[in-house]
């Protein structure tokens, strides 16, 4: 599935591949200890679609996995602000990583944001044989700018609390939701506005 922004929301209707990246904080959930705000039907639209959703935190690995098994995904996640990419067992056949002891493979970065693990993250879809890799970033925030910027379809979501004009100067094509926050969240994946109200 290839996608791209058309007028308000994500066309989905060429061929390729989309991989989302999201930030977790003050999109699917407020702080580290939140549930997740995206109401449970339009996420299992989601999860269902085949789309890799990539979860990027501030947060730790423990934490990361313990919302994806909340959320019923099994999928790449990247943590501590960029330093650490995560992958599934059998997700990628051997991506020469170093294994933990459940299998999930870990890769380390020294660069500060997600950018890094964002590049490996597509090559590997590449490799594996996933043609026209079109990555998607969601992001609210200053800690977004990285992620934003390595990605080929940036979407700031629009934040009641947040100045975002020095995001939206870093990431100057950015597409800007019509809702905030997990409304704004799900305007942009399933590319229908939802009321937050």
Known sequence: MRSAITGDRIDSSASGTLVIFSR???????????????????????????VPLVLVSDAGA????????????????????GASLHIPPAYFSDVGGSAAEDGWETFSFATTGPAAAIRLLSALFTATGRANILTV????????????????IPIVVRSRQE????????VPGAYVTHAPGTAGWLEAVLGTPFSDA
Not at 32 to 47: F, G, K, S, W, Y
């Open 24 to 50: 977790v904080e003050g999109l699917l959930r407020e702080s580290t200890n939140d549930l997740c705000e995206v109401p449970r039907e339009q996420l299992t639209a989601i999860l269902t679609s085949g």
């Open 62 to 81: 423990a934490d990361l996995r313990r919302l994806q098994r909340e959320l019923g995904l099994r999928q790449p996640f990247i943590c501590e602000g």
């Open 137 to 152: 970033g969601l992001g609210c925030d200053e800690r977004d700018r990285t992620m934003l910027a390595a990605v080929d």
């Open 163 to 170: 100045d975002q004009q020095a995001l939206l100067q870093f």
